[in-house]
Structure formats: C-alpha cells, structure tokens
C-alpha cells in the first residue's frame, strides 16, 4: 500500500512497471517529491528483501508503506529525541543503502509492525483525568439525514463549516499538549507549535483562524476534513469538561481518528476482527463515515483514553 492513508487505488497487487508505479505515486503520495523518491526506494527495497530473506514477510498479507516511513522515522526521532516531523527530516535525508539498511532491521525483529507503530503514538497524562464522556444523541437534532451521515459530512467538509467558537477552542486545547498536528504528522507544516501560537496569538484572534482553517483546507477529502473538525471539537470539549488534563506530546488528528475507526469496527464485530483488520480496513471506514456526530464524538474519547498513558505518578496514586 503506498498511501499513508487507506486508499483502494493505492494498493499494489501485480508487478507493475516503473512508469505506472511513478504515476501511482504521484496520484497518492506525498506532495513532497523527496517523500515519492523515498517511497519508490522502499518499495525496491522491499522487493530485494523479499528476494534476498522471504522469512521476514512470513504472515505479511499486506505491505503498508506508509506505516513502514512513519515506523523508520518514528526511530530516528527516538534516537535523537526528536518530533515525528524532525525524524522524518532525517530520513529522507539518509541514502539509499542506509534507509534499506534501517527497513532490514525494522523487519528482521519479526514483531508486529502495526503494534509497534501504535506504541508510537501513545501520549503521557501528566496531569488531571480524562473524564468526560459525550451526551448520548438524543432528539430529532440527532437523526440522520435523508441520504445518511456520509453525505453530510461531504457537504459540510466542502464547505469547512466549523461549529461557533471553534477556532477559539482550539487555540484553548493547544494550552494542554505541546503542539497540534492537522494532516500529514511526518509534515512539519501541519504541525502548531502550542507554545509559540498562544504565544503570538489570542484566542479570538484571526490569524490563528486562519493558520487552523488552512491546515483542514489541506485535507483532499471533504469528508474526512470535517472528520478532521469533529476531533478537534471533541478534544476541545474533553479539556473544557476536565481543564487539569495535561499530555506530554502532540495531538495527532490523523492518530486519533485511526484509533477511532480502528476501535468502533472492532467492537462491531468482536476481538477476531484483530487479525483481519487491515482487510477490512474499507469497510471499517466507511461504517465509521456513517455513524451520528454524537457516536463519532464518542469513540474519538475511546480513542483518545486509550492513546494516554498515565505517568509514573498517577499508576502509585
């Protein structure tokens, strides 16, 4: 799979020539050129690996990309405590020999990728507890549209319709992490600084509007960019409910959502959903587009409880 994201059109399911695989990338890869040129190494990398020691591919239905660049740049920040961003940096800046080197050795652990990445993207509390959880739908407001909640999302991302005060809440929701990621995490262009924006900015100012609105107009998807608002909101209402909460790290929306869909499709249809998941991917997406804002709202607090982890502190408490 060549996109960071799940993408029909980005999975490769035949040898291809180079031609076609130079335009795939083009279609569902990173605007950053040096991301394509990355990719394209990777997926050669991949195929001498699979020549060269197919037992590392021993229960790989699918081979995601993107998972594979944010895993290897994950370790470079670890390396040199760095952001996910900054590690990305590092990477494309590595050469060939040394990124297939670095993929060779993610692979030779024979661990669980997925897992491994997900570990990743956990979050310290370093303060306060996470609460809150979201009113039940209750009421004619709550019922779906006539052509179901997907459209409507459509409609609403095309749009980027915000609900009243969002932009102040999100400039409030910054005062409880260190930075905001909106898009691409391995993009140092989506991420807000929490610091230097509340910093330099008001609450009600409209420059940081501006920065937040054109961070979602930047998400291609209509749908998945009101998705994107959603999460915000959601984050937003869970520090006005419980104002002590405090994570050591960045509010990742594109993490968060993952998790999200990840977690509602597994309780949809129970634990043995776990090993099949990436085939299923599709539909878990799409169930999730569908779901009432209020059940959305729900699992994006699911989602964020089980990102956090407590410190050391608050396990003795």
Not at 67 to 91: K, Y
């Amino acid at each position: 799979m060549l996109a960071k994201g799940y993408s029909e059109g980005s999975v490769l399911t035949r040898p291809v020539p180079v031609s076609e695989l130079r335009e795939r990338l083009r279609t569902f890869g990173s605007g950053d050129l040096r991301d394509r040129s990355l990719t394209q190494e990777i997926v050669v990398a991949l195929a001498d690996l699979a020549r060269a020691a197919p037992e590392r591919f021993r229960g790989v239905l699918t081979l995601r990309v993107g998972a594979l660049v944010a895993l290897l740049a994950a370790q470079l920040a670890a390396e040199s405590d760095l952001t996910p961003d900054e590690g990305h940096e590092r990477l494309v800046n590595l050469s060939p020999a040394e990124v297939a080197a670095r993929l060779d050795g993610v692979l030779a652990r024979g661990d669980d990728l997925t897992s491994r990445l997900r570990a990743g993207e956990r979050l310290t509390l370093v303060g306060g507890a996470i609460r809150w959880q979201p009113p039940a739908a209750a009421g004619a407001a709550d019922a779906p549209p006539a052509d179901g909640w997907w459209r409507w999302r459509q409609r609403e991302g095309a749009l980027n319709r915000v609900p009243k005060g969002f932009y102040a809440r999100v400039w409030t929701l910054l005062g409880h992490a260190r930075g905001l990621v909106i898009g691409d995490k391995l993009d140092r262009r989506h991420r807000i600084d929490a610091a230097a924006a509340r910093a330099a900015t008001t609450a009600g100012e409209k420059n940081f509007a501006l920065r937040v609105e054109h961070l979602l107009h930047r998400v291609p998807a209509p749908e998945y960019r009101h998705l994107s608002v959603e999460a915000l909101a959601t984050l937003a209402d869970v520090v006005a409910h419980d104002p002590g909460v405090r994570l050591d790290g960045d509010l990742v929306i594109d993490v968060l959502v993952g998790h999200a869909v990840r977690r509602a499709w597994l309780a949809r249809v129970g634990e043995a959903g776990h090993e099949r998941y990436d085939a299923d991917t599709a539909a878990a997406w799409a169930a999730f587009y569908d779901r009432s804002p209020a059940d959305v709202a729900g699992w994006f607090v699911e989602a964020l409880r089980s990102l956090v982890r407590p410190t050391d502190a608050d396990r003795a408490g």
